[in-house]
């Protein structure tokens, strides 16, 4: 199966106790899927919120004096345990600092703290405690803007922060021997150029591996013609006088990087001659998400098996072995395993209905996507709204009937915590003892409710008004695990290719213009059609199925044609004009059809403002599924 490099999913802006998931192959057979399980959740206390002015964060709102933190969501971001399991770290914006005493308060823009898990306090009687603040400027030079994603490694001394890691001269962060003035921040530096000159390349989605010494990432590339992603595995070396490269302070360089890409590999979607192959195996690993809890498996969102339904993916780093792990029809992206491998959480928009016009007929081939991709991950979200909510699955993932359970069940209370206005965000973990989990979630806020939205605007529940919330999952019927030997990268992923800087990406072969057919893997065959423009960009794809059946499950017959605009001014941007009358019998009665004149979609990742003329109706089992209203 695939990762795919086609389809570009941004998500900044995925039974048998004894049972261990087996990525070596398709011969192991999935347990049954584990029964429910009870849980119980609590939001994790955050320092008090005030208003950003200056002053505003008074002695009255915090007595400690130890800072105010923002209330819209801003860059807050939420990561993993200490090794510890008693303590999460998260990105902070402080606000307000109070201008007398100390004018120059340390508690001023983003910060990176720990918040105790367990409901005890540190030294000095907060629940928190603030690791970046007040550190001297000299320990903290060449600091990067981007700190998202905080994770503390798994040794407990440091923590990945953005693109930024902050140590603290061998301490483990949450001891009270951790000070800001034995606290380092070191910039990441990955080199791209022959001569090692110049800014360095941006990494994206930035994961630390389980062996504490390698970062996976991904960055922005072009594939024939179209926006795609491509993913990469480094290692971390710290250069303490760096004698090239445009940060020339103490720094940790990004070396004997691996480009995850398979030159051998024909891809999701080939042509042989007139025939179309579509390869459930093949390694394509677009954006990564992470690791699996081992680290034998690089985590990444997909490309689709079935038509406009994004999963996650798990690719194995020796084997190249691939395991899809969800299948619901629904959008899923951020995506975290337990450290022995056995469990899975991912933020998931099933449930919603969000995307359910789009997926929810199963068993049509991935033709669509070719085309689509973009547009349908670019829907998941009404502008900075998403529609995410935990769910956990075993390490083996979706199997229908089996689609997980949700951590916190849908309850439209406004102070619950499944209030659907409180929405999940990236990413999820879980504790290493396997029995907790942390996720965080932010409010919808205007313009996303309000206004012309039919969805009036709540008002928080959170302390302060805060927009957004720190959560705490106990699994409370489990017992502590022990975490697993990691696996060992060795001298680097035998299936990938090795990157030198300065190197030009890897490249795969797009589809040309042409009539293809496509068999399926049952029964029946689809006549497709494909346009591309000279630039590779597919522009076109049409396909009439007869008695298609890939799946023994599904059999499709219609036909499908989708036509996509692309704004050369603009390269997030689609404009799609969407025919389709497919009807599926088999395991499901299905149809999904487009209205009178075509469905034409307009939509730009990043921005994710839903903007459609006609209808796209998918029916399964006699429920139908529209698309959202416009700008909702
Ligand atoms: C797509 O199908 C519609 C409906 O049958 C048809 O009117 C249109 O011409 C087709 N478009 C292309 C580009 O083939």
């Not at 992603?229 to 290692?235: K, S, V």
């Not at 995850?260 to 394509?284: H, M, Q, V, W, Y």
């Not at 206004?451 to 302060?464: D, E, H, I, K, V």
Request: glycine share 10%.
């Amino acid at each position: 199966m695939r990762c795919s490099a086609i389809s570009l999913v941004l998500a900044a802006f995925i039974g048998v106790a004894q049972a261990i998931p087996q990525s070596q192959g398709e011969s192991s057979k999935p347990p049954p899927p584990p029964p429910p399980e009870p849980v119980q959740v609590i939001e994790l206390p955050l320092p008090p919120v005030s208003d950003s002015t200056t002053g505003a964060c008074t002695l009255k709102i915090n007595a400690k004096g130890t800072g105010c933190i923002n209330r819209p969501l801003g860059t807050f971001h939420a990561g993993g345990f200490t090794p510890d399991d008693k303590h999460v770290v998260v990105n902070v914006q402080y606000v307000g600092a109070p201008p007398a005493p100390d004018p120059a308060s340390i508690y001023n823009g983003e910060h990176l703290i720990l918040v105790k898990t367990d409901g005890t306090k540190f030294g000095n009687g907060d629940p928190w405690k603030c690791l970046s603040c007040g550190v001297p400027a000299e320990n903290a030079r060449s600091v990067q803007q981007d700190k998202s994603y905080p994770h503390v490694f798994r040794n407990g001394r440091k923590a990945i922060w953005g693109l930024n890691i902050l140590e603290c001269g061998g301490a483990n962060l949450e001891s009270e021997s951790c000070k800001p003035e034995n606290t380092y921040i070191y910039p990441l530096y990955w080199p791209n150029t022959v001569d090692g000159a110049g800014p360095g390349g941006v990494p994206r989605e930035l994961r630390v591996h389980p062996d504490d010494n390698h970062l996976g990432f991904s960055s922005f590339t072009n594939f024939n013609g179209q926006l795609g992603q491509i993913a990469y595995l480094g290692l971390l070396k710290f250069n303490p006088i760096p004698v090239s490269g445009d940060t020339r302070d103490p720094r940790y360089d990004i070396v004997d990087v691996d480009v995850l890409f398979d030159p051998k590999g024909k891809g999701i979607i080939s042509a042989d001659g007139t025939k179309l192959i579509i390869n459930n195996e093949a390694i394509n690993v677009g954006e990564l998400r992470g690791f699996s809890g081992t680290g034998d498996e690089v985590t990444c969102i997909g490309g689709s098996v079935e038509a406009n339904n994004m999963d996650v993916f798990a690719v194995h780093l020796k084997t190249g072995a691939v395991r899809r792990l969800t299948s619901h029809p629904e959008y899923v992206d951020p995506v975290a395993f337990s450290a022995d491998n056995k469990w899975i959480v991912v933020m998931d928009t099933r449930g919603s209905n969000r995307l359910m016009w789009a997926a929810a007929m199963r068993g049509i081939p991935p033709l669509a996507d070719m085309v689509t991709a973009a547009a349908t991950a670019a829907s998941r979200n009404n502008l900075q709204r998403r529609f995410f909510q935990p769910i956990l699955l075993d390490g083996f993932g979706d199997r229908d009937p089996y689609y997980g359970q949700r951590l916190n069940p849908h309850d439209d209370k406004p102070e619950s915590i499944g209030d659907p206005n409180w929405n999940g965000r990236a990413d999820p973990a879980f504790s290493y003892d396997g029995t907790k989990i942390v996720y965080w979630q932010a409010l919808v806020v205007s313009p996303s409710c309000g206004g012309g939205n039919p969805l009036p605007c709540p008002a928080s529940t959170a302390q302060g008004g805060r927009e957004y919330r720190l959560m705490l999952a106990t699994l409370s019927s489990r017992k502590a695990q022990k975490v697993p030997k990691v696996f060992d990268i060795g001298k680097g992923v035998p299936w990938a290719v090795r990157y030198r800087p300065g190197d030009a990406l890897p490249r795969r072969e797009g589809l040309k213009t042409g009539e293809y057919t496509l068999k399926g893997q049952v029964s029946g065959s689809a006549e497709v059609s494909i346009t591309a423009a000279p630039t590779g960009a597919i522009l076109h794809v049409a396909a009439t199925y007869v008695n298609f059946n890939s799946d023994g499950k599904h059999t499709i017959n219609g036909y499908e044609n989708i036509t996509n605009i692309p704004d050369p001014q603009n390269r997030y941007k689609t404009e799609l004009i969407w025919f389709s009358d497919l009807v599926g019998t088999g395991a499901s009665t299905s149809t999904k059809k487009s209205t009178e004149g075509g469905f034409k979609l307009n939509i730009e990742l990043m921005v994710n403002n839903f903007q459609a003329t006609g209808k796209l109706i998918s029916t399964v089992d006699g429920v139908s599924y529209e698309p959202p209203a416009n700008g909702t």
